[in-house]
C-alpha cells in the first residue's frame, strides 16, 4: 500500500479533480445513465450466450452498441424481534433491556449501461425505511444488516443515490488471444461477455465492500447472514459515510486465478458522518487486496483473500482520552480528542471453500485485526475478529433453490478501546456507563426458503452473549423474518 499514490496521480486535468470534489462526477454519471435509460429501454445482444467465436473474442472487437439497460430491482423486509436481557445497569448506548420489536423496508432499482466497447456506466437509487432494535446501537455485531448506520442516524427516509461510478476493461492478451467469460445480469453487473485477464478501473461513488472482503457464503445481507459481523470483516473499518457510500477510485488486475486490486475512498468528516471530506488527499481510505484462486472453476476452487488497509482522519486516539478524563476528573471523550492526519491500519484474511452441489454447498472463514488505537470512525467496534460458518443447498432435502446458513463470530477489542469503555466514554455504537470486559459472541443460522422466481422468505435467529463486549449485560437473542423479492431472479 503506498502512501504516494493519490487521486492526483489518477484524475488528470485540474477540471477533473475540482469536478470530482464539488460531487459533480456523480451528479454527472447519475443523470447521464438515467436520462438514457428513461429515454430507450433497448435491449443488448450480450443478453444472450456468446458463440464459440465469442469466446475467443472482445467486446472491442464486436463493436456491439449497448441501450442502457435495468438490471435489477429488489424489495427486502426484516421484522426483528429482540428479547429481554439481564441488564444491571445502562448507559446512552446500551441495548434496551425490557426487548424491541422493529421493521425496516429497503428498496433498490439498479440501472447500467455499455457506453462504448468497455465502458460501462451504473446508477443505483435506494430507500430506506424503519429502524433497528435498540435503535441499531449496543452491539457491535448488528443483526439487521439493512440498517447499518441508517437506523441511528436519523436520516430522512427518501430515495437517494447509492452508487454511481463509470467502470473500464483493459483486456490483456494471453497466449496471442482475448479470452472471455460471460457474466449473469446482476446488480452492477452488465450482462454478456468479459475480459477473463484484464486491467480494471472504477472511479465514482461506491462502496469499498463491492470490491473488497467479497465471499460467496456471507456478504449479502438481505440473502445470507443479517449480522454485520458475518457479512463483513468487522475489523476493517472501511471508508463510507453514514448510509454505507463514498466517493473513490479502485485499480484492479484480474485474471482466472489471481487478482490483485488497490482502491482508494474518502473518509467521512467525523465518525459515523455522512459527509464526506472534501478532499482525497486530506483523509482517505487505503485497500489492498489479493485474491487467489486454487482452480478456474468456481464451483470447485478454494478461494483465498488477503486484505491490508489504512485509514488517514481526523480521529481520537483513545489513550489520550483517557489520560486527559484522569487529569480533569472527567469522562473520557474521543471525540474532543480528534486530530487531522492520524491513521489506523488493519489486516484481514477471507477463506471460501466449496464443497458440492455446483459449490452451492461449502464453508468460510473470516480472521481481522486491526491497531485499535484510534477511535472506530466508520464500520463498526471491532478491533479483532473470527468468524466462521456454512451454507447448505436445499437439494439434499428435495428442495433444490433453499439454502441453509449457520455461522458464529467472536469479537474483541484492543486495551486501550475496553479501558476507554469501561471509564464511561461513548462510542457511535457502544456504551454502557462501564464495562466487564469479555469478547462479543455471535452465533446466527437462517433458512432461506423460495416459494417462487422472485421471492424468498427467510426465517433468522441470532443469539449473543457478552452483547458490547459486557460480561455483565445479557445474553440476548433475537429472532427475525425477511422477505425478499428480486428481478431478475438469481
Known amino acids: ?115 462504448i466497447d468497455h465502458l460501462q456506466l451504473y446508477l443505483d437509487t435506494e430507500k430506506f425505511m424503519g429502524a433497528g432494535v435498540s435503535g441499531a446501537q449496543g452491539l457491535a455485531g448488528l443483526t439487521n444488516g439493512d440498517v447499518i448506520r441508517q437506523g441511528s442516524a436519523d436520516l430522512p427516509k427518501r430515495f437517494y443515490v447509492a452508487r454511481a461510478f463509470a467502470r473500464y476493461l483493459i483486456p490483456l492478451p494471453i497466449g496471442g488471444s482475448h479470452a472471455t467469460k460471460t457474466v449473469e445480469r446482476a446488480q452492477d453487473q452488465l450482462p454478456g461477455p468479459e475480459p477473463a485477464t484484464r486491467l480494471e478501473i472504477k472511479v465514482g461513488v461506491l462502496a469499498a465492500n463491492d470490491d473488497f472482503d467479497q465471499n460467496r457464503y ?36 484480474v485474471s482466472p486465478r489471481w487478482s490483485l486490486k488497490y482502491g482508494v475512498y474518502k473518509m467521512p468528516v467525523r ?17 489492498l487486496e489479493l485474491t487467489y484462486r486454487t482452480g478456474e472453476e468456481e464451483e470447485r476452487s478454494t478461494v483465498i483473500r488477503a486484505l491490508v ?66 477511535e472506530t470512525f466508520a464500520f463498526t467496534e471491532v478491533d479483532r475478529t473470527f468468524s466462521l460458518g456454512g451454507q447448505l443447498a436445499g437439494s439434499h432435502w428435495k428442495r433444490p433453490e433453499d439454502r441453509l446458513g449457520v455461522a458464529v463470530a467472536i469479537n474483541g477489542l484492543s486495551g486501550p478501546h475496553r479501558q476507554y469503555l469501561a471509564d464511561g466514554g461513548i462510542g457511535f455504537l457502544l456504551g454502557d456507563g462501564r464495562l466487564n470486559y469479555a469478547p462479543e459472541q455471535i452465533l446466527e443460522a437462517y433458512y432461506r426458503v423460495q ?5 424468498q422468505i427467510s426465517p433468522d435467529v441470532q443469539y449473543i452473549r457478552n452483547p458490547g463486549y459486557n460480561r455483565d449485560r445479557g445474553p440476548v437473542s433475537f429472532w427475525g423474518l425477511r422477505l425478499h423479492l428480486e428481478y431478475p431472479d438469481h
Open 1 to 115: 500500500m503506498s502512501p504516494s499514490v493519490t487521486p492526483k496521480h489518477f484524475l488528470g486535468p485540474t477540471s477533473f479533480r475540482a469536478h470530482w470534489r464539488s460531487g459533480g462526477l456523480a451528479r454527472g454519471l447519475t443523470a447521464l445513465v438515467l436520462c438514457s435509460a428513461l429515454a430507450v429501454p433497448g435491449t443488448s445482444q450480450a443478453d444472450d450466450p456468446p458463440t464459440q467465436d465469442a469466446q475467443q473474442t472482445t467486446p472491442t472487437q464486436q463493436g456491439t452498441f449497448q441501450w442502457p439497460q435495468l438490471l435489477g430491482a429488489q424489495y427486502t423486509f426484516v421484522r426483528q424481534h429482540q428479547s429481554e436481557l439481564t441488564s444491571p445497569y445502562q448507559g446512552p448506548r446500551s441495548l434496551d433491556p425490557s426487548g424491541d420489536t422493529q421493521s425496516s423496508h429497503t428498496i433498490g432499482l439498479y440501472l447500467g449501461w455499455a457506453v
Open 218 to 253: 456471507a456478504n449479502a445481507t438481505r440473502t445470507q447472514f443479517m449480522n454485520w459481523s458475518l457479512w463483513n470483516n468487522g475489523a476493517w473499518d472501511f471508508a463510507a459515510d453514514t448510509r454505507g457510500f463514498t466517493q473513490g477510485i479502485v485499480l484492479g488486475f
Open 271 to 287: 465518525a459515523n458522518d455522512q459527509q464526506l471530506e472534501s478532499s482525497i488527499r486530506r483523509a482517505r481510505g487505503d485497500n
Open 309 to 374: 488497509y489504512r485509514n488517514i482522519a481526523r480521529m481520537g486516539i483513545y489513550e489520550d482520552a483517557i489520560a486527559v478524563a484522569q487529569a480533569t476528573g472527567t469522562v473520557p471523550d474521543i471525540v474532543a480528542q480528534d486530530q487531522e492526519g492520524r491513521q489506523k491500519w488493519g489486516f484481514g484474511f477471507n477463506v471460501e471453500q466449496p464443497l458440492a452441489d455446483g459449490g452451492e454447498t461449502g464453508l468460510f472463514a473470516r480472521a481481522g485485526w486491526n491497531d485499535g488505537r484510534t
Open 451 to 455: 416459494p417462487g422466481h422472485y421471492v
